[in-house]
């Protein structure tokens, strides 16, 4: 206990730095899986091929390796002087979006695809039918699997404590350098953890349940 008490303005920084990258990122995730997976199931080729480049891509990049490219990278070549945090949330985001991306298009191909045939016949667009008919009745089927998506950006947001930004496992380290048994510090991180997943899974289930209802 006295690890906790005696740091615990670090520990509250490192907490928060863990809830906001994962929320920044989330966020990034989201919106960009969304738009990839309307890209996968496109009726126009190149947007199929982008979409197809986009998941194998990143996918089959070791986040550790995507970090890299972020922070090393592409300040040199795009975006120089951008934050450690702003940095992070979009190797996160960009590495997650690609699971949330087949996640979708798994939801997208439970549609029966005359519902989709009879959106367009009444002159409605690729996007207004993935708008209006299609992502409506798929989010029911996503979100089970959004659930342990986020979970895992979650444990993921460790990976940025090496990479200049606070939070819980960046802690753990700060703890050890300074002599403090390890077994202690890691109980209070893995608290922390389950703190942010129970709340990622509460969150779901809710969702869950509602849109239970709503069927």
């Known amino acids: 206990m ?30 960009l899986g969304v738009v990839i997976a309307g890209f996968r199931v496109s009726p126009v080729p190149p947007l199929r091929y982008f979409g ?6 990143m996918r089959n990049t070791p986040l550790t390796l995507l970090f890299l490219i972020f922070f090393f990278v ?4 795009l ?7 702003v940095l992070g ?5 960009f590495y997650t979006s690609s699971f949330v991306c087949e996640a979708v298009r798994s939801g997208i191909n439970t549609v029966p695809l005359g519902q989709a045939e009879a959106a367009r016949s009444i002159g409605m667009t690729f996007a207004q039918t993935l708008r209006i008919v299609v992502f409506p009745q798929a989010t029911r089927t996503v979100i089970p699997p959004m659930s342990s998506i986020f979970i895992a950006l979650t444990k993921n947001s460790a990976i940025a404590g090496a990479f200049s930004n606070t939070e819980l496992f960046g802690w753990q380290k700060l703890m050890s350098d300074q002599g403090y048994a390890i077994i202690p510090v890691f109980i209070w991180v893995a608290l922390g953890y389950l ?16 849109m239970e209802v709503a069927r």
């Open 74 to 77: 592409v300040p040199e070549i």
């Open 195 to 210: 703190v942010v997943t129970f709340t990622i899974s509460g969150l779901f289930r809710l969702l869950e349940r509602r």
């Open 79 to 85: 975006f120089p002087g951008m934050s450690p945090f």
């Open 89 to 93: 949330s979009l190797a996160l985001g």
């Open 52 to 57: 197809t480049a986009w998941v194998t891509l």
């Open 2 to 31: 006295n690890v906790l008490l005696d740091n615990f303005p670090e520990f509250r920084d490192g907490f928060i730095g863990t809830v906001s990258i994962t929320a920044v990122s989330s966020v990034i995730a989201l919106v």
